[in-house]
T-cell receptor
Framework: GDSVTQMEGPVTLSEEAFLTINCTYT??????LFWYVQYPGEGLQLLLK?????DKGSNKGFEATYRKETTSFHLEKGSVQVSDSAVYFC????????????FGAGTTVTVRA | DGGITQSPKYLFRKEGQNVTLSCEQN?????MYWYRQDPGQGLRLIYY???????QKGDIAEGYSVSREKKESFPLTVTSAQKNPTAFYLC??????????FGNGTRLTVT
C-alpha cells in the first residue's frame, strides 16, 4: 500500500539556519505530494504541493521538489524564523485526485532565537 | 470567513460513554473527512463522506460512527467500543480542485 516516511524529529535549530526535512514515499501509481504544517493547538494547513515529477512546490520560503527517481519530496527552507516552529507532515494522494491522504508521522521543528 | 468549525476544543469523558464530536463547514465542500492524530503516528483516516447521506470507512473505523444528513455537517461519534479513544481528532473537507482544508481539532480525553 501507499506510505510516507519522514525523518524523525524533533529538530531544533537557531534562527536563520537552513532546514531540511526528508520525506520518501511508496505508491502504486503516480501520486500528488504535499507538505502540511501544524502550529501548536491548531489543525493542519497546506504549505505546498506538487502534482507531477520534477514539479517544485514553494510557499513562505519553503520549497520541495517531486523526485520520482528517488521517490522523495524533501522540504527545505534557507533561513528559518522562530515563527516556523511547528509540526510538518509529508503526505501523498494516490491516485492524484483522491483526497484520502496518507500522512507521514510528522516532524517537530523548534527554532530558537 | 469560510472555514471548518470543530467543537468543543477539549472534551473529557468517562470510559464506557459514547461521545459525539461536532464538525461544521461553510465552505460548500462536498467531501468531508475525520482523521485521528496520535503522537508519533501522523494522521489516520477514520471515516469520509463524498456526498450527503453517504459515507465510507477509512483505515481505522472500528469503534466510531458518523452521519452526513446535511452537506455542512459531519459529526463523529466515538463509541464505548473504541479501545483507545484518547486522541486529537481532526475534521477536514474539500471540493474539486481545492486542497484539503482542516479544522482546528478536538482533543478528547477518556478516563
Amino acid at each position: 500500500g501507499d506510505s510516507v516516511t519522514q525523518m524523525e524529529g524533533p529538530v531544533t535549530l537557531s534562527e536563520e539556519a537552513f532546514l531540511t526535512i526528508n520525506c520518501t514515499y511508496t505508491a502504486t501509481g503516480y501520486p500528488s505530494l504535499f507538505w502540511y504544517v501544524q502550529y501548536p493547538g491548531e489543525g493542519l494547513q497546506l504549505l505546498l504541493k506538487a502534482t507531477k515529477a520534477d514539479d517544485k512546490g514553494s510557499n513562505k520560503g519553503f520549497e520541495a521538489t517531486y523526485r520520482k527517481e528517488t521517490t522523495s519530496f524533501h522540504l527545505e527552507k534557507g533561513s528559518v524564523q522562530v515563527s516556523d516552529s511547528a509540526v510538518y507532515f509529508c503526505a501523498l494522494s494516490d491516485p492524484p485526485n483522491d483526497y484520502k491522504l496518507s500522512f507521514g508521522a510528522g516532524t517537530t521543528v523548534t527554532v530558537r532565537a | 470567513d469560510g472555514g471548518i468549525t470543530q467543537s468543543p476544543k477539549y472534551l473529557f469523558r468517562k470510559e464506557g460513554q459514547n461521545v459525539t464530536l461536532s464538525c461544521e463547514q461553510n465552505l460548500n465542500h462536498d467531501a468531508m473527512y475525520w482523521y485521528r492524530q496520535d503522537p508519533g503516528q501522523g494522521l489516520r483516516l477514520i471515516y469520509y463522506s463524498q456526498i450527503v447521506n453517504d459515507f465510507q470507512k477509512g483505515d481505522i473505523a472500528e469503534g466510531y460512527s458518523v452521519s452526513r444528513e446535511k452537506k455542512e455537517s459531519f459529526p463523529l461519534t466515538v463509541t464505548s467500543a473504541q479501545k483507545n479513544p484518547t486522541a486529537f481528532y481532526l475534521c477536514a473537507s474539500h471540493s474539486a480542485n481545492s486542497p484539503l482544508h482542516f479544522g482546528n481539532g478536538t482533543r478528547l480525553t477518556v478516563t
